[in-house]
C-alpha cells in the first residue's frame, strides 16, 4: 500500500469512528432535548457532513447554537 492510500484509509476509519461518536452524541440529545457543547462534537474531514450533524442536533433538541 501507498503511503497516499494508506492515509486515505487512516481518514476513513477515523469519519467511522467520529459519525459512530456523532450518532452517539445526536441520540443522546434527542432524549435529554439538550445541545452538547460545540467542542464535544467531533470533527470529520467532511465540512458538509459536520455541517448536517450541528443542524442534526439542532433540530432534534429544537435549541439552536448561538453563534450560528
Not at 487512516?10 to 443522546?28: K, N, P
Amino acid at each position: 500500500m501507498t503511503g497516499l492510500g494508506l492515509e486515505r484509509l487512516i481518514s476513513i476509519v477515523e469519519d467511522h469512528a467520529m459519525l459512530v461518536t456523532a450518532l452517539r452524541i445526536i441520540m443522546e440529545a434527542a432524549e435529554t432535548k439538550e445541545l452538547p457543547k460545540e467542542s464535544a462534537i467531533p470533527l470529520l474531514n467532511d465540512s458538509l457532513v459536520n455541517e448536517d450533524v450541528i443542524k442534526t442536533l439542532e433540530l432534534v433538541t429544537g435549541k439552536k447554537y448561538e453563534d450560528r
